[in-house]
């Protein structure tokens, strides 16, 4: 790999690393302070929320001006918010202030997740577009894995405070390396249209049209948002399955996220290594994302609970490759950012609303039905779109092969 392509890949994990700090500390600092699990729930709902809401003004960003700009720009304001956020606690005190600025980090993390996700294709235009998504995950991972540790590690010697000035400074070396990699390559953007000439209400209208009309779109965003139902009540719910309802220490909390990580990373390094056909993809993670979270949620058993929880987190990214190599595969170029940010917006919106479920229904020791039953809601979810997804396609295949007069139609595929 060439040294500019190593820096890109490096500022991906410094990013991730420092967001993933943030993600592991909402829930078990408010947890362990409130010592309930709707408390959690909510949270979550407010952290996650927002950086959901924001993505299709992130695309359509990314679509007038350099996305290298946004990324820079949603990396060093990220630094800023914690730095406020810890300010602003030591002057007035408080776990809200550490809710606000991962709520704040959040959002800016999507401006970020948007541009890289633009400048993939164009960055590695000449690779197979599923190993690019591997690599890029695999750095991802990194951060991931170390993430839970670090904040473990550095929770058993700080205050929750001091480790978010640590995950300021990783944001610092993110946009470093980013820097580094923009002047190591001769990479040059090439913008579709130009600011002044489109409406900001524009860009979202084409984007939802083609949501509406190109075919396969709508059916990978209703998968995603389906799928992302587990992905959410599992985020929101860990902290409290793991340290409250199997009364296992910090440590051990720290032990499972890590795990979950490692696991996704072999998964994705085979993915990387073998050429796997991209329905298998999708079918295989997304059959285990479900038997995963009814797993996490029957089990009486920690350990029972742990494996759920891999098959959860481990298969989440070969979901993730599946939705973004097919979806890139047919979204237009020049409507890619805008398309690709109410796309994600979608897919994304079930994560904080599992949150909120969670915060309504999970007291009083409901908190394992409440992720079976929406672990339940996946997997209908997921069957009914196949079914009338399947349907259109043989009514579709039928009406072009009574037009043609009987000869087979053109693979869309």
Same mark, same amino acid.
């Given at each position: ?71 820079? +720009? %949603?990396? !060093? =304001? ?5 730095? *406020?956020? $810890? @300010?602003?606690? /030591?002057? #007035? ?31 590695? +235009? %000449?690779? !197979? =577009? ?5 690599? *890029?995950? $695999? @750095?991802?991972? /990194?951060? #991931? ?31 470093? +390396? ?109 059959v285990s994302i479900f038997a995963g979270g009814l797993l996490a949620g029957w089990s009486p058993s920690v350990w029972g609970y742990v494996a ?87 009514r579709f295949g039928s009406t072009r092969v009574a037009s043609s007069g009987g000869r087979s139609a053109d693979r869309a595929d």
């Amino acid at each position: 790999m060439r040294t500019q392509h190593q820096a890109f890949f490096a500022s991906l994990f410094f990013s991730r690393l420092a967001d993933q700090i943030l993600l592991f500390l909402v829930p078990l600092v408010v947890f362990q302070t409130t010592q309930q699990a709707t408390w959690s729930g909510l949270a979550f709902f407010i952290e996650a929320f927002p950086r959901y809401l924001v993505f299709p003004v992130c695309g359509a960003l990314c679509d007038r001006m350099s996305p290298v700009a946004v990324l820079r +720009a %949603s990396q !060093r =304001f990220r630094a800023i918010a914690c730095a *406020a956020g $810890i @300010a602003g606690f /030591v002057a #007035v005190g408080g776990i809200g202030w550490l809710i606000a600025l991962s709520a704040v980090c959040g959002t800016l993390t999507s401006q970020g997740l948007v541009a890289r996700e633009v400048l993939l294709p164009q960055v590695f +235009a %000449s690779e !197979r =577009f599923e190993k690019v998504l591997s690599y *890029a995950q $695999i @750095a991802d991972q /990194v951060g #991931v894995v170390l993430g839970p540790m670090l904040a473990g590690l550095l929770l058993g010697w700080w205050r929750w405070e001091y480790v978010v000035g640590v995950a300021a400074g990783l944001f610092v070396a993110a946009d470093g +390396a980013t820097l580094l990699w923009q002047r190591a390559s001769a990479f040059e953007w090439k913008g579709h249209e130009h600011a002044a000439a489109i409406a900001w209400l524009a860009p979202v209208k084409t984007a939802f049209g083609h949501v509406v009309r190109l075919p396969g779109l709508a059916r990978l965003v209703a998968l995603a948002a389906a799928e992302n139902l587990v992905i959410g009540v599992t985020l929101a719910t860990s902290a409290a399955m793991v340290t409250g309802l199997h009364r296992r220490p910090d440590a051990f909390y720290t032990f499972v996220q890590t795990a979950g990580a490692v696991a996704t990373i072999v998964i994705l390094l085979l993915i990387a290594r073998v050429q796997i056909p991209r329905k298998a993809l999708g079918l295989v993670s997304f059959v285990s994302i479900f038997a995963g979270g009814l797993l996490a949620g029957w089990s009486p058993s920690v350990w029972g609970y742990v494996a759920g929880f891999l098959l959860i987190v481990g298969f989440d990214k070969m979901f993730s490759i599946y939705i973004r190599s097919a979806r890139q595969a047919i979204i237009p170029v020049k409507d890619y950012g805008k398309t690709l940010g109410v796309v994600i917006m979608l897919n994304n919106l079930t994560q904080p609303l599992a949150g909120l479920l969670v915060g309504a229904f999970a007291g009083n020791g409901r908190i394992g039905m409440v992720v079976v039953a929406i672990s339940m809601t996946m997997g209908v979810l997921g069957l009914a779109v196949t079914l009338v997804s399947t349907g259109v396609a043989r009514r579709f295949g039928s009406t072009r092969v009574a037009s043609s007069g009987g000869r087979s139609a053109d693979r869309a595929d």
